[in-house]
């Protein structure tokens, strides 16, 4: 399976999504998966889900929009989780801008830079 992570968006914040990541598995371009950190916890990935809102009831219901076997997703998971790692490691300006190439290519938000 080739894993790319295109994209990491980060958040700076005190709830626990710390940003979004999209990622091409194979061929499949996945946007919008959520990495998440509850307070002093490692990282997690969760994939990407559907959010709605009931018009009269306003009652929010959250469905997954993947499901796959842990073999499978685990990987992406690692991959995103590295992928976040080496972001946050850029903005603090521990990388340098001329790293080896890799698999991971990563694009900041505006806005993170103005709150962050």
């Not at 894993?3 to 598995?25: M, N, R, Y």
Request: glycine share 2%.
């Amino acid at each position: 399976m080739k894993i790319e992570v295109v994209k990491i968006t980060l958040f700076d914040s005190s709830k626990p999504l710390k940003g979004f990541a999209e990622v091409i598995v194979d061929n499949w371009k996945i946007p919008e998966w959520r990495i998440l950190r509850y307070g002093n916890r490692s990282p997690i990935v969760k994939c990407p889900q559907l959010f709605r809102k009931d018009p009269e009831t306003h009652e929010i219901t959250i469905k997954n929009l993947i499901q796959m076997p842990d073999e499978e997703l685990k990987p992406i998971a690692d991959a995103i989780l590295e992928a976040y790692r080496l972001e946050l490691l850029k903005f603090q300006d521990n990388v340098a801008a001329d790293e080896p190439q890799t698999t991971v290519t990563f694009k900041r938000t505006e806005e993170f830079k103005q709150n962050g």
